[in-house]
Structure formats: C-alpha cells, structure tokens
C-alpha cells in the first residue's frame, strides 16, 4: 500500500506503517520497537482466517510444527471453502500415522494428490507405448523415432537406447519376471529383447500389416499380438513360433489383453466392437458392441471380472465379463480415448486423451482427478506396481512422470 507524504512527515500521520507499542498479528510491516508479534500457534490460527488462500496455505505448512496443535488446525482445513487449500492439507497429512489423521484421510484416494514429479525428452518422435518393469525402477518407452529407450525411473535418468525395428515401434510389453522385453512394430515384426544384454534373441514374422499391440501372458512363454491385417496371433515365445491365428474382426486390431489368470483373450478393433475368446481353444466366448466409433484401448481389471473400454467416441464403457453386459458409459474426455490401465488392487481406472488423463473410481464411476500438463494427444500410460507412479506419452515426444509431491 502506498501512501503520500506531506511536507513535515509524523509517525502520526502514517497509516502504512505501526506505531510503537501496537500490536502486529504476524504481518509483513517491518517490526517497531516495542511491538508485538503475534506467533507461535496464536500467529497461524489468524492467518488461516485471511482471506488470502496463499497465506492460508502458508499458514498450513506452518502448522506441521506446532506438534498436535498443528495437525488439528491442518485437519480443520480439510473441511476448507478452498479446494486448494483442501489439497494443501491432504498433502501435509498424508505420511503422518497418526491413527487420527489416517481416519480422516480414508475417504481420499491418493490419487487426489497426483500431480507432474518431472518430465522426460529423448525420444525425436511421437512416444507410442510405455511400460514399467516389475520392482518399479526402471521405465522402457518407444515411439515414432523406431527406438526403445531404458530409464532409471528414480533418478529421471535415460540408461540406454535400444535399436533393431526399421520402422515406428507400436507396442510394448514385459514378462512377468521383468527379464524379456517383447515390442511390435509397423515393419510387421515382433522382437523379443534380453534385457541383461540388450539383444535381439528372436524376430517373429507372420503378420502381414503393422502389429499394434502384443501381450504376455502370467505363464511368461505364451505371446498374443494383435496387428492391422485384422488378425490376432499367439505365438510360443521361447521358441519364436506361432501357435494359432484367431479371426473375427473386420478391420484393424488396435490392443490386445490377458486376463490376469491368463485364460481369456480380449481385443478392441477399428469395426467398433470388444471381442473376448478362450486362449486354450481358440473360440470366441464374447462380442461387445456398445462403442459409435473404433475402439481404441481397453483394459481388464485383476479379478477378471471387469473390462473397461476406449473409443474415438470419447467414452469409456465398462463390461461385465461374466454376463457380457454394460455396466456404465464415463463421459468426460473432450478427445480419443488412446490409453486406459486399472491398478492393481482393481479400484482405480486410469484414463489418456487429448491433453487430459482422468482418474475413475471403477467401482462407482466418480471422476478422482484430472491432471493436465501435455500438449497434445496421450497416447499411452503406465501404472507402478504399488499405484504410486504414473507415467505418460504422446504426440508432444514427451513423458510426464506423476505421482504425490
């Protein structure tokens, strides 16, 4: 604030400025000679009245000190008009143990509090496909510049680039033991990668269009990929070969994916339709037809019960996969749904658009969050096997790395 200063300036006649001997409630004035600072939990308690959300929000991070005094005006905030503030004070909370404070937390999902860690450049073209190894260290990513790239996803860090594909790499997928690297490219071949070496141990060719998707198997031995020719193949990875072909679909198959026991099948295609077979015998035990557009994504959650779906309809559809009938249509995203992913504990939904990931409670449907930060369209995401890391790619080239501050 400014004021104007007559010709013989007087304390008095300052209004900007205290006075010897008043009373200043944890200001930004200068402190006079005599006056009293209204600190300590006195000082914090006035400013998480202000008005201001900043000094609100200031006064929280304050608060953390003060012992259980502290956490008691921090877990009054959570109650606050601000939503920002509200945020603030789940962050301050969330690794205190206090059983208190765990109750009061217990309806948030930590996901609430996801936001963008860091952002990774190395790859010159669109990323395509991302996946984290096992114990959640290390990030493989691919794209449009026909590199596969190995991350320290701790230390944000790029370990090494793997090359062999001659054109843009489409997918990518891991063994269970974290060992093998299998990847799917537009040059219509799948390479499987020995990741102490970072060679290529076998080229399987069969397709006869690009291969968009691959897939293996909890067993770790048996591949299925899904490709532009319209078919689905499964393949015996150890021995590079291919086992069976499935037909069904009338366009280009754009994902496939396992049930976590590993018996069902599922693939999404371009003629709008899900289609579920029995991996042993090859048949087709589903069809789901709900989508007014190609489905582009899906995902199956743990228990095997529930798939969820992806369309250039912008919606995301869930099925039952014991009856075979909708459960629900989330509406939200303003673009394609390129990517979906369910956490392990089958809780969480996880979404990819234009610009925009979403996060879902699967079991009721409620929006968690939106967390924006990309240019353009995602085209994939990952989950860490704990759910505290989320990573991102798309047409910007580049990988958002999320997670709690």
């Known amino acids: 604030m400014m004021t104007t200063q007559n010709s013989n300036p007087s304390p008095s006649h300052s209004r900007a400025q205290p006075r010897n001997f008043d009373v200043v409630l944890g200001g930004h004035a200068p402190m006079p000679l005599g006056s009293v600072v209204l600190g300590g939990i006195a000082g914090v308690k006035s400013r998480l009245a202000s008005v201001s959300v900043p000094q609100r929000i200031a006064a929280l991070r304050e608060a953390i000190a003060y012992g259980s005094a502290g956490i008691d005006l921090i877990l ?5 008009e601000s939503g920002k503030v509200q945020r603030a004070a789940r962050l301050l909370l969330w690794r205190i143990p206090e059983p208190r404070v765990q109750e009061a937390l217990a309806g948030y999902s930590h996901y609430q ?5 860091q952002t990774l450049n190395g790859h010159g073209q669109p990323v395509t496909a991302l996946v984290i190894s096992p114990d959640g260290q290390t990030l493989f990513s691919t794209g449009g510049d026909k590199t596969i790239k190995v991350w ?4 944000g860090k790029e ?12 997918s990518l997928t891991l063994s269970p033991d974290g060992k093998t690297l299998v990847s799917g490219s537009r040059d219509k071949t799948i390479k499987a990668w020995d990741l102490s070496t970072g060679k290529v141990t076998k080229t399987m060719a069969g397709h006869i269009g690009y291969v968009n998707s691959v897939a293996i198997a909890p067993d770790g031995n048996t591949l299925v990929s899904g490709s532009q020719d319209t078919s689905i193949k499964i393949w015996n990875l150890a021995q590079g070969k291919e086992l069976r072909t499935l037909r069904g679909h009338t366009n280009l198959v754009d994902a496939v994916a396992m049930s976590p026991d590993g018996k069902l099948l599922a693939s999404c295609s371009w003629d709008t339709t899900i289609r579920v077979w029995d991996l042993e015998t090859g048949t087709q035990i589903w069809e789901f037809i709900g989508h007014s557009a190609r489905v582009l994504s899906f995902a199956i959650s743990p228990d095997g019960k529930t798939l969820v779906s992806g369309s250039l309809d912008t919606r995301i559809k869930v099925w039952d996969l014991v009856t075979g009938k909708a459960i629900r249509t989330l509406e939200g995203h303003w673009g394609w749904v390129k990517s979906l992913l369910i956490s392990k504990d089958g809780k969480t939904l996880v979404s990819a658009s234009y610009k925009a990931i979403k996060i879902w409670n699967l079991e009721s449907g409620e929006e968690i969050q939106t967390l924006n930060g990309h240019l353009d369209l995602i085209n994939t995401i990952a989950l860490s096997a704990d759910g505290q890391t989320l990573v991102s790619g798309g047409e910007d080239n580049a990988i958002g790395i999320w997670g709690v501050p």
């Open 113 to 117: 509090l996801f936001d963008c860690l």
């Open 159 to 170: 370990k090494a680039t793997l090359k062999a594909h001659t054109q843009l790499v489409s």
């Open 152 to 155: 320290d996803l701790i230390a």
């Open 76 to 80: 009054e905030a959570l109650e606050d």
